[in-house]
């Protein structure tokens, strides 16, 4: 897998690559436009959040990415194959709003859940489960059904076993939008650290303006009817983010440009940084 | 406000046990006694009414009662199993297949509504008076409730989950195994249970027509012969064979399925 680094040294390609993808679904009202003419670029490592209001077809997009829904039109590419060959690569760690977990499964046993699908050595699964719920505290409650722990756990639990194989990308649907103020801070800082540490790339869907600059590299405006992106916003500001950088002038100024994209105001004038460099 | 805190602690075992079953024992004891004094009062014929205490003398006495109830219990037990696995497996199929889904459901309805009764003469022509017309019975009788409940459940799995195990490629049998299946154990055990008591039903309408052994055959000769007693005896056994099942899938239910219902917390 060694790539002739020098012949792409000014332009890496990226990790997941989207041209002109659109997605129409069959309905009783007639054809639904979800998705239209969506171009889109993540590099490897990088933290994008796709920030639309609902219905401009944010989780149809991470749908397409993991190959479980197909486009009707354009092509999608991980590592410049379809994403059909990454989704049997298990290149696609899941998370979703509601956690979602087995209620028959413990905390250790849901996280395991995957494991016991994608060829994991069965020697390794334990340590592997333990380690996971141990990076987000919840090793005391390894044991514990769904029904027992609270919202938060949940979702940590969750989180963990979209990581426990080690994929490389995680798409995650509004993960945090279900979890209390306090709780989501928290699962945010909890994420970056993952992130950090693990270097996914991360697909993160939501609709809240504050979490998506917080989180992203870039911020992906959506909008809707007909579902497609409307501006990118390129998040600069330092790493590691930490709480107090959401009271800070760059941050308010990220914060009121994103919200006007989503209102579909034109860029203003006063953008900070030149608005079409991209991350490098 | 401390003495009323100790007064609803938790009882001994025992005690609670008395708690329990107390007071259903009592009103059974008045009702028996109530039912024996005016049997006695009015001096009912026995073929009419039996009091109590000749319904349990004949209850001693009836040495062939167990050779019945266990031929029927035989019955009941192997319909019931031959649905359960025909039934769960067509479910499977069903789930698996929209075109099985489409042309196996309306004939599992219709099957549903043909008077089993009916059906009984004619399973008799073709197979005799053995025990297999009554287990085929019992298993008929039985299907729908398996196959319904059983095809609800499998559908009842988190359409997210199953969209996890699609993002990581699992294979149909892992998809059914992990995630289905446990899915749909309530909604199995609640069939289960439906069909525990109708397979019963189904092996005595069984021996009702042509049959010379069996729970139903006994109701049938004790009821032509006035033999109301026997009658008596007969129809508490199958009540407490009901019982008994509904029991016993209950704490099954409680063995197999984890999570969610349970209370107990590990440490
Ligand atoms: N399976 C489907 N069939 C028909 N329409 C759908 C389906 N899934 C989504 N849609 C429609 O496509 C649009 C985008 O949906 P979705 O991707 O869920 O948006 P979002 O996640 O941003 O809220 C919505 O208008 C929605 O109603
Ligand atoms: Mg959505």
């Not at chain 2, 046990?17 to 009592?26: A, K």
């Not at chain 2, 039996?50 to 319909?79: C, D, K, M, N």
Request: proline fraction near 7%; glycine fraction near 6%; charge should be neutral.
């Amino acid at each position: 897998m060694s790539d002739e680094g020098a012949a792409r040294a000014e332009a890496p390609s990226p990790l997941i690559r989207m041209r002109g993808v659109g997605v129409v679904y069959p309905s009783a009202q007639g054809p639904v436009n979800a998705l239209t003419g969506v171009d889109l670029a993540v590099a490897d490592g990088e933290f994008v959040a796709l920030l639309g209001p609902t219905g401009c077809g944010k989780s149809t997009l991470l749908r397409l990415v993991s190959d479980l829904l197909r486009p009707t039109s354009g092509q999608i590419e991980v590592r410049g194959q379809p994403a059909a060959a990454a989704r049997r690569a298990n290149e696609f760690g899941f998370v979703f709003q509601e956690p979602a977990l087995l209620p028959w499964r413990s905390a250790l046993e849901n996280v395991r859940l995957p494991l016991e699908v994608v060829d994991y050595p069965a020697s390794d699964r334990q340590a592997r489960c333990e380690s996971l719920l141990e990076m987000v505290g919840l090793t005391r409650f390894r044991g514990h059904y769904p029904h027992e722990l609270s919202g938060g756990m949940k979702q940590r639990v969750a989180i963990v076993r979209a990581l426990a194989w080690n994929p490389s990308i995680l798409l995650m649907d509004e993960p945090f939008s279900a979890l209390d103020e306090l709780t989501k801070a928290q699962l945010q800082d909890d994420l970056l650290d993952l992130w950090a540490s693990e270097k996914k790339t991360v697909l993160f869907v939501t609709h809240n303006i504050s979490e998506a600059v917080y989180l992203a590299d870039r911020v992906v405006v959506m909008s809707a009817h007909p579902g497609r992106i409307a501006r990118t916003v390129t998040i600069d500001l330092p790493r590691p983010r930490t709480a107090d950088q959401r009271e800070t002038l760059p941050f308010l100024a990220l914060v009121r440009e994103a919200r006007e994209a989503l209102r579909g105001e034109p860029a203003t004038l006063t953008t900070p940084t030149t608005p079409t460099t991209r991350a490098s | 406000m401390s003495t009323q805190a100790l007064l609803v602690t938790p009882a001994a075992p025992i005690e609670s046990m008395l708690q329990r079953f107390g007071p259903p024992i009592v009103i059974l004891a008045i009702v028996l006694a109530v039912w024996e004094f005016l049997v006695w009062l009015f001096d009912v014929p026995p073929w009419l009414l039996p009091a109590p205490s000749q319904v349990a003398v004949r209850f001693t006495r009836t040495p062939t009662l167990w050779y019945h109830t266990g031929l029927t219990i035989l019955e009941a037990f192997s319909g019931f199993a031959v649905s359960a696995l025909l039934g769960v497996s067509l479910s499977a199929l069903i789930v698996h297949s929209r075109f099985m889904e489409r042309g196996v459901f309306p004939y599992i309805v219709v099957s549903n509504s043909i008077p089993i009764i009916a059906v009984v003469p004619l399973l008799t022509i073709w197979f005799g008076f053995g025990l297999a017309p009554k287990v085929m019975i019992a298993s008929i009788i039985t299907f729908f409730p398996i196959v319904t409940n059983t095809t609800r459940g499998l559908k009842a799995a988190d359409p997210r989950i199953l969209d996890f195990m699609h993002s990581i490629n699992a294979t149909r049998s892992e998809i059914f195994f992990k995630v289905q299946l446990p899915a749909a154990l309530p909604f199995i055990f609640a069939g289960f249970k439906i069909a525990a008591s109708l397979s019963l039903v189904g092996a005595v309408v069984g021996e009702f027509y042509g049959s010379d052994r069996g729970l139903g055959y006994l109701v049938i000769t004790s009821a032509t012969q006035l033999r109301t007693d026997l009658l008596f005896v007969s129809i508490i056994v199958l009540a407490a064979l009901g019982v008994g099942l509904f029991t016993l899938f209950g704490k099954l239910e409680r063995l197999v399925i984890r999570g969610e219902v349970d209370t107990e917390r590990p440490t």
